[in-house]
Every structure is written in structure tokens, then in C-alpha cells.
């Protein structure tokens, strides 16, 4: 029964796959696998992977999406040979982040570029250099915008995007 249970739904995933292949519409969100109605609970784990873009100072996404109180992973590429970059979500708007990041300049690396005061920080990878791929996990925030940001020195003003909680 359990068994006839799981190829059902094994089968629905594959159709819906399918599906979203065919029409290749991406009008649903990035919610990775969840299944729109079907699911119940706040939508199932999704990983994001998001890059720095090359040498530049700028994230290879601006535009992430999620569910309010999702499982998500970021999986944060840097792109870049030589420089050292990564990814933390602010709580909070421009003024917010601004102070993440001065935090971090005056935190040093020591503190991989974080503030002392982590308040307003709700998820960060760890500081990662050229070529080094990072992850952090976190339960997606009540629904809003949230800016990401690169707390690296000198590299805040051009590293930005937002993550859009629904
Ligand atoms: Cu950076």
C-alpha cells in the first residue's frame, strides 16, 4: 500500500515535471519540487544556487525567490579567481544593510566581515575564496523583500540583489 503510495506520487512529480518542461512558463516561482496544492505544509526544501559573477563585483543573480518559512539552501559559486566574496541576507532595507556592511568592514576579517552585532544578519555563508563554493541553510523569513548582500570590503555597493519572500 505504502509502496503504490510512493510510485503515485513519484509519478505525479514526473508528470508535473513534464509538464513545466513542456510549457517552460516559470509563472509558479522557484519553489524547487514543491507541487503547487498538493504539498500542504509550507512547501518543501529548495536549494538556490547563485554565483559571483566572474571577476566582476556583482552577483551572477539579482532576483532570488522563496516561501515564507521554507527550508532553503543557498549554495553561493564564487566565480572568481582572486577575489573573496560571500553571501549574507539582511533583515531590513538599504539603511540595514549598509550597516551589515560597515559592520563587517570594521569587524575585520577575523569575523568573516560580520557585524558584532548579528541582529538584522538571517543567514550568511562563510567568507569564500576564488573558486570555493559555500552553503547555508535557513528558514525562509516571513513573506517581503530581503537585500543579500557581499560584506567583503568595498565590494557592497555593487553586490546586491533581492530575495523575494511570498
Ligand atoms: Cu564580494
Redesign the pocket.
Known sequence: MEMNLRMLRLALLLGLALILSACGGNSGGASGGGGAASGGASGGATTIEIG?DGEN?AFDKTALTATAGQQVTVRFINNSAV????WVLVQGGEAEAAAVANGGLTAGAAAEYLPADKANVLAHTAVLNGGETGEVTFTAPAAGSYLFI?T?PG?YPL?QGTLTVS
Open positions: 559571483s563585483l577575489q573573496q566574496h560571500n557581499c567583503v565590494h553586490m
